[in-house]
């Protein structure tokens, strides 16, 4: 029989595989007894998570994760969990905390804020951030929100080169470019040091010791731009990345991600952001209806007339995550006691009063839909529950 991931284009497949052998290694260094245990309230999930996790032990945060929202019941057999990263996640990466800030003004992935240092225990929060990225990647559970290619790079310890500048400061990676292909005697009149804002405030930053007095020429140029290239990303940001990296590593040894490139620990670390409906609904499971009941053939219609962003919400109102595994909807996770994946389910409730609004078992996945009787209301009351929902329904 042939292997499901031989189904995948080749890159795709490649990961797969590094991706099951990442798996087996961190399912070796899962502690066999106990559970992270976490109660947190929703209005203070950043709080409370960052000052439960910052009292653990490394040892005790590979531990099988359960988590609880105070005051309510849902039973945490997977999707509790991923709900909480993903609350946390959008509070965590959230450019009005100061901890992260957005790459460009047009660009939504995000890069360390080189001004975090206005919180005086940033870097405290910067190991927090690095061991919920760790714990999201043990547990296999995706985050909300991505950060540079460099970030990424910068995650495996390797170097930073001109081209990675490109997408994140497309207007330098112009100028450095200009002087490595022209002859730059008598037209560049810089120094090796850079000048930058800082609330206001100009300072001026030496690219190498005594690099205000050091002019940049035809034959030091190279040397200028791997110091200004590497300035670009780490300016103001050491200690911030330094802090976040040993927070990943507790969780995630360095050696094991060695397979990965940073495109490859990009989607390890966010799953795939574009949703395939097509996808989707091959891999989907039906209880008490066909492919060709009426109540089916409407709700893929209403995910096909959906914008992108709605069918995220759909998708995370059902199973805790607006994210789609690197696999494709086929390895969706449910609960983390069971073994494989769990498919994404239909169930419709004949006995249940069209009035009622749709409800979501995140734990297993499962949407279940009451028998409307037209396209429109069935449109309505999905709509209603996706976009006011938050919480769980009772497993």
């Known amino acids: 029989m042939m292997d499901s991931?031989?189904?995948?284009?080749?890159?795709?497949?490649?990961?797969?595989g590094k991706i099951r052998a990442l798996r087996q290694e961190l399912q070796l260094l899962q502690p066999q007894s106990g559970h992270c245990r976490l109660e947190v309230s929703r209005n203070e999930i950043f709080e409370e998570s960052y000052r439960l996790i910052m009292k653990m032990r490394p040892k005790d945060m590979r531990k099988r994760l359960m988590v609880k929202f105070k005051g309510e019941e849902g039973l945490d057999y997977g999707g509790v969990a991923r709900e909480w990263l993903h609350l946390l996640s959008r509070e965590m990466l959230n450019p009005q905390y100061g901890l992260f800030q957005y790459s460009r003004d047009d660009h939504y992935s995000l890069q360390i804020n080189p001004d975090s240092g206005v919180n005086p225990e940033h870097l405290s929060y910067f190991h927090f951030v690095g061991r919920i990225l760790g714990i999201a990647v043990f547990h296999?559970?995706?985050?909300?929100?991505?950060?540079?290619?460099?970030?990424?790079?910068?995650?495996?310890?390797?170097?930073?080169?001109?081209?990675?500048?490109?997408?994140?400061?497309?207007?330098?990676?112009?100028?450095?470019?200009?002087?490595?292909?022209?002859?730059?005697?008598?037209?560049?009149?810089?120094s090796f040091s850079v000048e930058n804002n800082s609330f206001g405030v100009l300072k001026v930053h030496e690219l190498k010791p005594n690099g205000s007095s050091i002019s940049v020429t035809e034959d030091n140029k190279r040397e200028y731009v791997k110091l200004y290239v590497n300035y670009r990303f780490m300016r103001g940001i050491e200690q911030q990345f330094l802090a976040l990296?040993?927070?990943?590593?507790?969780?995630?040894?360095s050696h094991l991600l060695r397979p990965f490139d940073e495109r490859e620990?990009?989607?390890?670390?966010?799953?795939?952001?574009?949703?395939?409906?097509?996808?989707?609904?091959?891999?989907?499971?039906?209880?008490?209806?066909?492919?060709?009941?009426?109540?089916?053939?409407?709700?893929?219609?209403?995910?096909?007339?959906?914008?992108?962003?709605?069918?995220?919400?759909?998708?995370?109102?059902v199973t805790g995550s607006c994210r789609v595994p690197l696999q494709g909807f086929r390895a969706l996770q449910g609960s983390t006691g069971a073994v494989g994946p769990r498919l994404f389910t239909i169930h419709l409730t004949a006995d249940v009063p069209i009035q009622n609004l749709p409800k979501a078992h995140t734990c297993f996945n499962r949407l279940d839909l009451p028998m409307y009787d037209?396209?429109?209301?069935?449109?309505?009351?999905?709509?209603?529950?996706?976009?006011?929902t938050c919480g769980f329904a009772v497993e």
């Open 265 to 317: 620990l990009e989607l390890l670390i966010s799953g795939i952001s574009q949703i395939d409906v097509n996808d989707w609904k091959a891999n989907t499971r039906l209880k008490q209806c066909t492919a060709d009941t009426p109540q089916i053939v409407w709700f893929w219609q209403i995910v096909e007339s959906y914008s992108p962003e709605m069918r995220a919400q759909l998708l995370q109102f």
């Open 140 to 190: 296999n559970h995706v985050l909300d929100g991505g950060f540079t290619l460099p970030f990424y790079k910068q995650l495996l310890n390797k170097p930073i080169t001109l081209s990675d500048i490109e997408d994140v400061d497309p207007e330098l990676h112009r100028s450095l470019t200009w002087i490595l292909e022209n002859n730059i005697t008598n037209v560049i009149d810089s």
């Open 374 to 388: 037209s396209y429109q209301l069935m449109y309505d009351k999905l709509t209603q529950a996706v976009e006011e």
């Open 245 to 253: 990296s040993k927070g990943f590593g507790e969780l995630i040894l």
């Open 5 to 16: 991931a031989d189904l995948l284009p080749k890159y795709r497949r490649d990961l797969v």
